[in-house]
């Protein structure tokens, strides 16, 4: 249990520096370069937001910090599977969802 504390810390540090320097790179852009973007950068906000919120197992959170470019690399697979936009918040919130119920069941010693 410690481990996957450690490891979900990690990954939250790593996914702040990703999204910091993205942030910063954005920054450096023209308009219309940005407008251009804009989906892409609501997505990674949403993202970086989502992770930041979730306990990861400890073996998730391990292949995710051995990956590295985490937002980067979720953004473009789901773009390649057509999940960027409207989709992808929803899935986002479902599985957040579905966690907030499996903790809340534990909290109530409904699940074990």
Do not use: H, W
């Not at 450690?6 to 940005?34: G, S, T, W, Y």
């Not at 993202?47 to 470019?69: C, P, R, V, Y």
């Amino acid at each position: 249990m410690e481990n996957q504390k450690i490891l979900n810390e990690r990954l939250r540090e790593m996914v702040n520096r990703e999204q910091e320097a993205f942030r910063q790179d954005v920054l450096i852009k023209c308009p219309e370069e940005i407008y251009s973007m804009a989906q892409e950068i609501a997505v990674k906000e949403e993202l970086a937001a989502f992770i930041k919120n979730t306990e990861f197992s400890a073996q998730a959170a391990d292949a995710m910090l051995k990956a590295g470019n985490v937002l980067q690399n979720i953004y473009i697979e789901a773009d390649s599977r057509g999940l960027i936009g409207e989709k992808i918040l929803i899935r986002a919130v479902s599985i957040y969802e579905k966690l907030l119920v499996k903790e809340e069941r534990k909290r109530s010693g409904m699940e074990r």
